[in-house]
């Protein structure tokens, strides 16, 4: 089962972009990347998935590299409410999303 | 349309005692995840069900959590004699299908054993 490695923070200023990325470098064939946040006090909200080609829709953008040993979830104009943590999450055998510790991004003023 | 809701939202028990938190899953999801997050942590796969059966029951810590689904719909995940290790949120996750479908994620229901 593949995994994932995120940083454990990361900082943003407001109105910028944000560039989270993720290293899966064990990813098979046919598994998927997933990317989830959590606001504080919520339960995790689905931002976007993909398996080989980018991907964008209201909220983000993934970009998968070519081998896709790697990806990265831009968010455009980061507002304070984009204030989260991100998880990258790769399906787990076609059965369950393991999330890992994923990556505190603060947005700033 | 609706989403995943789980109840309560808050639950605060004496050491030992049972507890039953409740799910209700997006209307015609077939696949039903229960998670824990333990205060600063990631999440941590309980059980799911596909219908009303549960396949992989290999995440549940002891044997005193179990979980039941009945008619396809609603959930319940019990915990017997409570411990303090159990305080957590557990959160509630469907999806359309078992696979490659998104699973949309409850509010969570915040369990506090003293």
């Known amino acids: 089962d593949a995994k994932t490695t995120q940083p454990p923070s990361m900082d943003c200023a407001e109105g910028r972009a944000a560039n989270l990325p993720c290293n899966h470098s064990t990813i098979s064939g046919n598994e998927y990347v997933y990317w989830y946040r959590q606001i504080h006090s919520q339960g995790p909200q689905y931002i976007i998935h993909g398996l080989k080609n980018n991907e964008t829709n209201e909220m983000a953008s993934l970009i998968i590299t070519e081998d896709r040993k790697s990806s990265t979830l831009i968010l455009p104009h980061a507002t304070l409410r984009d204030t989260a943590v991100y998880y990258c999450i790769v399906r787990y055998n076609n059965n369950d999303m393991r999330f890992g510790a994923g990556t505190r991004l603060t947005v700033k003023p | 349309g609706a989403g995943v809701s789980q109840s309560p939202s808050n639950k605060v028990t004496e050491k030992g005692k049972d507890v039953e938190l409740r799910c209700d899953p997006i209307?015609?999801?077939?696949?039903l995840y229960w998670y824990r997050q333990s205060l600063g942590q990631g999440l941590e796969f309980l059980i799911y069900?596909?219908?009303?059966?549960?396949?992989?029951k290999s995440g549940l810590p002891s044997d005193r959590f179990s979980a039941e689904r009945t008619g396809g719909s609603v959930s319940t995940l019990t915990i017997q004699r409570t411990q303090q290790e159990d305080s957590a949120v557990y959160l509630c996750a469907s999806s359309q299908q078992r696979g490659v479908e998104t699973q949309y994620f409850g509010p969570g229901t915040r369990l506090l054993v003293l």
């Open positions: 069900f596909q219908g009303n059966s549960a396949p992989d």
């Open positions: 209307s015609g999801h077939t696949a």
